[in-house]
């Protein structure tokens, strides 16, 4: 089963820092349709609507934020002086204005006729018949306004009757809908009330209205505390600050011609609103279908009567989401263009759900198997079914608990003067120090982090780039290899490498040529040996004998075909394969990727997805871990063979390797098989599907994993995972992924893809990063917990050069963009 748990925070949010939803824009008056202080306030010509939790159970609050233009807030600081603590009160006061959400406030919507969207609720400490009103800006979709309004009514709902909203039916929140109120007042009517005022207050009100509509520099009410009445709002003239342009959902293309329904179920149909973050009603009966349309591939196909909503086949990129708690199906649709949009599927009840489930789960599996669902074996399927299954951890904390370590975590600081960036050793200031794309058709591809000396090596077509690790964690150019070629003096760009020999070496590997590795004497820089692993056996993956073998001067390493397991040791005459711990397979396995523990217990994945555990080379495999369907791209285990961390494209896939009960009971399944009814209990690392929509939206990609790692350690435990899709970092925290948390990992994102990743040595605060034509080591205070801001980026250059200690670059979010000689092929 894909399952999620409390889904609902998809909708309220689940930090009480965080609001639940949003619009982004729009104006609030102050309406006294009866009082003599005057008819309209403008409190806040630009400001944001916001519901958010408060730090205690069922009560939430209606923010409306002042938003400033670029240097507005610099000025009024300037102008009034924060230095003092009570002016810095007011000064918070004047730019926020909080309402408990009650029903006492009598909140409601109206559309009007000029297309206008407004959101009124009671000044509970004005005059009778005074109203705020939030006047949303023309560029905020209906459908937004309306997810606000609905979750509104939530809150009031939860807390009216302190208990969760899905408790409610909609005659109960129908109580809060006040349509018995009048209509809301024009905030600005072009025709005002008359009210007695004299000429002085008449001529100060006017001035001051010029003053808001030009400036903006100052509240909008007079020192002599005349308010002033903002300009009819079909008049105004100013800058609207458009969000980023989101098509709507495409055409429906044709329906393919179905073999086979696999499942059809009624439910309602939810669209991921990007400006207001939360998932709205689109249509309360849809039909849900999942079909074989031959081939091996199957298609989901979602309509009502009056309309065709979607249609797209089901493979492992719509990243599909179960939770049964809130009787939910959440996916992602993308497009040719790059587009993705995330959707939701809510059904009457449990039994629907889980019919639903079985025909889509189905269709999944044997798109991505080539494999009746019918023929795999119950114990197999039921593994499948667990490794999408949100864990109830004993130990979860509550949600405050998790809240706060997230804080501590983000508020750290960073005592390394900036960790983000790589060091500058040239001090000649030509304009050619700000080149950082080089001419040569090349961009940095591999990293191999060193383990025994404090150094990073990458790969850069034919050449490698040495980096030194400084004290203060930054990168130092140490070197660059300019030319890597056989012993016979051919030219080759290493498709492979790994380092070897207490970092002394590097084994390489040609892509032309799998049967042969080569070994590099970083000292001289200089290939100086050709192995021959097999006549027919090539190597298509090598790994070190165990984890902190490159430490020692092991000379054996491990490595493996599509169909075999071996050992290599270059002390042997002619070829290096060592016959005798041999391991081949007459089937096709396809392996992939291989990771070794402290002990040298060996884990072998391949690209049928699927993992086989062994103690020793040479025999079978002491346990054989079922596949989920993705091709296996990556594999890590960590130093006391407990994880093992496999990465698929779209997820990745961590296993307790660890026997709980049986006569197998404090084993490792590397050490003694699993019975056949308690095969290891795996949990899928995945983005959850709004953030999984909102990189692909930025991005224009899917989801594409880099090779995940753990942190590696000599002493204590493994305690976090780095992975990169395109342009961002993903940091997983280890603590949270055990605990169940929703979405526990952190990013950052680059201007460019990343290319390699991997941390540093001993720590897991500082991450080495390769991108197209730059090197950095980034401090993990620079990720941040994944919201729209961070999501969306905020790349600002600044105008001059950073100097000190040696550096010269341009800066960008906290990183600095690479001068010419710190591109690793430059001509050193």
Partial sequence: MFVLKNVGKLLFGSNSQESMIELPQGQLYLVRPLSPKGYSELIFKDATARIRRTGQDFQYQLVIQRVYEEGEAELLADEEGDDDAEIAALAAERDEKTFLL???????????????????WRDLSGDTGDLYEFICDPAIPSASVEAFERIAKQCQYERKYRKPHSTASEADLQQFDFDHEQPIPQASPIHSPTLARSIDSSDAMFQLRSEANTSNKRDSSSDDGVPAVAEPAVHQEREVKQPKERAAPPKVPEQPEPLEILSMELGELHFFDFPSGAFVLQDSSVTAQVSDIGGWNYWLHIASKDR???????????????????????????TEDGSAYSWLLRFKDQATLERFQEGLMRALWEQLNEVKWTKVKDQEKQYVLDAFEDLKMDDAPAEGEEEEEEEEEETEEDTSDDRAQSEHYDSDEEQDDFETQPKDGNTNSGLAVGYKHDRSFVIRGSKIGVFKHTPNNNLEFSTNISKVETPKGELFSPKKVMLHNEDRNMILQNETDPNKLYRMDLEYGKVVDEWKVHDDIPINHFAPENKFAQMTHEPTFLGISRNALYRVDPRLSGNKLVDSQLKQYTSKNDFSAVSTTEKGYIAVASNKGDVRLFDRLGINAKTHIPALGEPIIGLDVSADGRWVLATCRTYLLLIDAMQKSGKNEGKLGFEKAFSADSKPQPRRLALTPEHVAQFSYETGKPVSFTPARFNTVQSGEETSIITATGPYIVDWNMKKVLRGAKAPYIIKRYTEDVKADDFKFGTDQNVIV?????????????LKRPTRQSIAGNFQRLSTPQRGSGRIGTRESGRYKLGRDEVVDSPY
């Fill in 102 to 120: 009650d029903e006492a406030l009598h909140l409601r919507v109206e559309s009007r006729v000029s297309s206008e969207k407004v959101i009124a």
């Fill in 308 to 334: 065709e909503w979607l249609g797209i086949p089901v493979v492992a990129d719509i990243n599909p989401v179960f939770n049964f708690e809130f009787l939910s199906f959440i996916f992602n649709q993308f």
């Fill in 770 to 782: 390769a991108l197209p034509n730059e090197v950095n080591m980034v401090g993990k205070q620079a």
